[in-house]
């Protein structure tokens, strides 16, 4: 049974830190690269960062660049999001998905799997 179960959402004040985790299961996690989606009230989902499937190459979405990073531990089958400086605006319900072309990172329909997400608030 392929899972990708998201942890470590919640709570935190502007200026925050918080470390999400995504571990997947049913899949050869080596053979996905790995993204962060974030879907806030209101709004469209959207990509935050993306790291391919040995961890070489990574993309951030400027609003999270210098602040978020997307490291990965194959060994572990687990993908992360370090979010530092977080913002009221970072506020949204935060998404792992896994998809096995660089070039679909941002085409949600292309994705094989994707978690059940992890609300993050920033604020005081």
């Known amino acids: 049974q392929v899972q990708l179960v998201e942890s470590g959402g919640g709570l935190v004040q502007p200026g925050g830190s918080l470390r999400l985790s995504c571990a997947a299961s049913?899949?050869?996690?080596?053979?996905?690269?790995m993204t962060w989606f974030r879907q806030a009230p209101g709004k469209e989902r959207e990509l935050v960062a993306a790291?391919?499937?040995?961890?070489?190459?990574?993309k951030h979405v400027d609003s999270v660049k210098g602040r978020f990073t997307i490291p990965r531990d194959n060994a572990k089958n687990t993908v992360y999001l370090q979010m530092n400086s977080l913002k009221p605006e970072d506020t949204a319900v935060y998404y792992c998905?896994?998809?096995?072309?660089?070039?679909?990172?941002?085409?949600?329909?292309?994705?094989?799997?994707w978690g059940l997400g992890t609300q993050v608030t920033v604020s005081s």
């Open positions: 049913g899949f050869i996690f080596k053979d996905y690269h």
């Open positions: 998905g896994a998809v096995r072309k660089w070039a679909d990172i941002r085409t949600m329909a292309n994705y094989d799997y």
């Open positions: 790291i391919e499937n040995y961890g070489i190459g990574t």
